[in-house]
């Protein structure tokens, strides 16, 4: 049987220190399942199984080590870093020296949920804050986080450049209504559509029943009342 994942937790609002830590973390955020905007057929989204996590940590602290030698160990995540290892990726690069296009990906969100504190950069969820919340019976699960270009790539003057101020760690529910927008225009209707939630909400609050004072008096017991009919 699945030994239950590690959960995210709130002492990851603070950046881990070091790459090695980083990863950690992040493998561990990996193997627990993830809500999505689309569920898979079988309603199931799994979490990465513990082996393939670890596997996937060795690859990630062997190509750090391959692109930055011992600095990985000796200095902070940073997004320089990411360029370095994204310069080593053209299969004309040796082997020996190349972080493979594969784990590219991994770095960036890695290295984003870190600096991030595993929150998304537009609603404030966070990982923990959705691994918390009730889930109706199944399994606990997590946000699903994507590397999200806060200025999207179609309005880049050069959107072969990489770029990692660009990038932040975003919800998918965010990034899927983000679309083309700009982060304010997205910050916009983000907040409008937070209004709107609240608002029905609170008229669903005021709309339960709330007997009239000739209800009151009908139903004391000498006004001998019938119950009143529970509204919706
Ligand atoms: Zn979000």
């Known amino acids: 049987m ?51 996590a670890k596997r996937l940590r060795d690859q990630m602290l062997a190509a750090l080590g391959r692109v930055l030698g011992d600095r990985f160990q000796t200095t902070k995540p940073s997004s320089g870093h990411l360029v370095e290892l994204w310069a080593r990726r053209a299969r004309s690069i040796p082997r020996s020296e190349r ?23 537009y609603c404030g969820r966070t990982a923990w804050g959705v691994y918390e919340e009730k889930c109706h019976g199944e399994l606990p699960r997590t946000l699903r986080f994507e590397v999200d270009h806060r200025t999207t ?10 770029d990692p101020k660009n990038l932040v760690a975003a919800c998918r529910s965010c990034n899927v209504v983000k679309g083309e927008m700009s982060p304010k225009r997205f910050l916009a209707e983000l907040e409008s559509l937070g209004n709107a939630v609240g608002q029905r909400r609170n008229q669903r609050r005021s709309n339960t029943y709330q007997p009239t004072p000739g209800q009151v008096r009908r139903s004391s017991p000498s006004g001998g009342a019938r119950k009143p009919k529970r509204r919706r």
């Open 2 to 52: 699945r030994s239950r994942p590690v959960a995210p937790g709130p002492t990851w609002a603070v950046p881990a220190p070091s790459w090695a830590d980083a990863l950690d973390r992040y493998t561990k955020f990996l193997q627990v399942p993830s809500w999505r905007a689309s569920v898979r057929r079988t309603g199931q989204e799994m979490g990465l199984s513990p082996t393939d």
């Open 99 to 121: 972080c493979p296009s594969r784990l590219q990906v991994h770095f960036q969100r890695a290295f984003l949920l870190n600096a991030g504190g595993y929150t998304c950069a």
């Open 153 to 162: 790539r179609g309005r880049l003057e050069d959107p072969s450049r990489f």
